[in-house]
């Protein structure tokens, strides 16, 4: 028996001490509504409203929950709220892993390490489209450093996007390379939310366990290099379009220029590379955290005080503002995993995995990946933009759509973390980057805000990753499979083993 079996056969409560399926009333698909709720809340505070608060979304999942669990059968009111936390237990090691991840990208905020690119900018002397590709690999180094799209797109945009317009930047190029740039980072930072879920939610079929954190990087990065390859000529050829005085430029180039602060690539550096060879994220963090604070101490970017310390009888520093920043992001991971508790218990993951798995896409390990990543794609529309909640949501039907197809959890990672960075969050009025990265072009007297149409069609990495992911699909390029004891090998072993596959692990 298969573990894609043995599941159906426990949800449906069959002999063997299976857990009969989490039964509402009106059927099985009265399961999304809490998840339905949940979304509706994603378009109002993200797209409508235009405020950018995880806690608004968290509290829009807690409420679908709430809803959820009455229109559950008589007698299944606990048993749906067992589901509920047996989803948010699978959280928990996202969760631990993401408050370290706070501590260091605040640590890196904290260094300023962006002025250090301002100085290393008007060093060079560059403009027009070479600022705006500059700019681009600025913005990338430093999401990578701080594992945050959103938050790099925010320190960012006040110092590059006035002075590149000045220097005769494209401001809809401009506005996308940065945009661009951020979200490169969080694509393939081995810190960030959305590489930490992508990754936590495949699992091995030969194996317990789940995919690493390194392994899916080390493998990710040639779909990623490539995209920004193209996104970094296309910068260098379109970016120069704009108009704007130079002298202006420098001034605003002078204001944040330090090139002191780029000391801090070491540590950034070394963190990386400890995160892919090891493949321990917590080795790879604590390292991190440990050099930088040293680094940045010896360097006299951050004073004592800026570590941890008591202001007016309110504790701050680095560390306790990274967890501070962070907890909204961990109380949203936390509530989609139960909804997703929910969505698993009722058997509808399932019975979605089926359904795909049943068309002619589900025929051949190409068409599984095809629609894996038009699945992930749509997800991440529907839920306007925000990765972390789409990956959350659709990284379990991947996961199982995967599994049956033979596919390695790397491979499936990947495909979930890159399909939700591509298209999907670069379309106009539906991502919230788009959004933020129009409303951050706004206020200067010297350039007018860029529209959504402008900064959705200029975020080059993006859509180029999107064709690079086809081209991967479709000549099956990076395609590896689970082998012997969850080795990736080129050709698809023989799903039926000798031994039994590992059931996936309780991570509680």
Not at 353 to 376: F, H, K, P, Q
Not at 447 to 461: E, I, K
Request: aromatic residues 10%.
């Amino acid at each position: 028996m298969t573990q894609s079996e043995r599941r159906q056969t426990d949800g449906d409560g069959a002999a063997g001490g299976g857990t009969p399926r989490l039964e509402f009333r009106g059927g099985w698909g009265v399961a999304f509504v809490p998840a339905a709720i949940f979304l509706f809340f994603c378009v109002l505070f993200f797209i409508v409203l235009q405020a950018f608060e995880m806690y608004a979304l968290a509290m829009g999942a807690l409420l679908g929950l709430l809803i959820g669990a009455v229109f559950g059968r008589p007698g299944q009111y606990e048993r749906y709220w067992d589901a509920v936390y047996s989803g948010a237990r699978e959280s928990i090691q996202i969760l631990v892993l993401l408050l370290m991840i706070g501590m260091f990208s605040q640590l890196v905020k904290a260094t300023n390490l962006s002025s250090g690119f301002v100085w290393l900018a008007g060093s060079l002397g560059v403009g027009g489209g070479a600022f705006t590709a500059f700019v681009f690999f600025a913005v990338c180094v430093i999401a990578m450093a701080t594992g945050s799209s959103l938050g790099t797109m925010f320190i960012c945009f006040p110092i590059f996007f006035p002075a590149g317009a000045a220097l005769g930047c494209d401001p809809a190029a401009l506005a996308g390379a940065i945009v661009s740039g951020g979200i490169f980072g969080d694509n393939v930072a081995p810190i960030s939310d959305t590489t930490i879920i992508s990754a936590s939610t495949q699992a091995y079929t030969r194996r317990a366990g789940y995919a690493d954190v390194g392994g899916c990087v080390a493998t990710r990065m040639k779909y990623a290099l490539v995209s920004a390859g193209v996104a970094l000529v296309l910068y260098y050829l379109l970016g120069g379009a704009g108009t704007g005085a130079a002298a202006s430029a420098q001034d605003v180039l002078a204001q944040g220029a330090s090139p002191l602060s780029l000391v801090m690539l070491v540590p950034v550096a070394v963190m990386l590379t400890v995160a892919i060879a090891t493949r321990s994220l917590y080795k790879a963090i604590t390292v991190g955290i440990l050099l930088g604070s040293v680094t940045a101490l010896a360097f006299g970017l951050i004073a004592p005080s800026d570590v941890v310390s008591v202001s007016g009888g309110e504790p701050t520093g680095f560390l306790v503002e990274g967890v501070s920043a962070m907890m909204a992001t961990v109380v949203l991971v936390m509530c989609v995993y139960g909804l997703m508790g929910v969505l698993s218990a009722a058997g509808a993951l399932d019975r979605i995995a089926d359904a795909i798995l049943g068309s002619r896409m589900g025929r051949s390990a190409r068409g599984a990946e095809a629609a894996m990543l038009l699945g992930i794609t749509a997800t991440t529309l529907v839920f306007g933009g925000v990765t972390s909640a789409s990956m959350a949501t659709f990284g379990k039907v991947q996961d199982e759509i995967g599994r049956r197809a033979g596919l390695h959890p790397y491979r499936r990672a990947n495909l979930l973390d890159c399909g939700a960075n591509s298209l999907a969050v670069a379309v106009p009025f539906l991502s919230v980057f788009v959004l933020i990265g129009s409303t951050l072009t706004a206020g200067y007297d010297a350039v007018a805000q860029v529209s959504l149409v402008d900064v959705g069609l200029h975020m080059f990495y993006s859509l180029a990753l999107f064709c690079v992911l086809w081209v991967s699909i479709a000549t099956g390029w990076g395609r590896v499979y689970e082998g012997q004891d969850g080795a990736p090998v080129k050709r698809r072993p023989d799903l039926r083993p000798e031994v039994e596959p590992a059931p996936a692990p309780d991570r509680a």
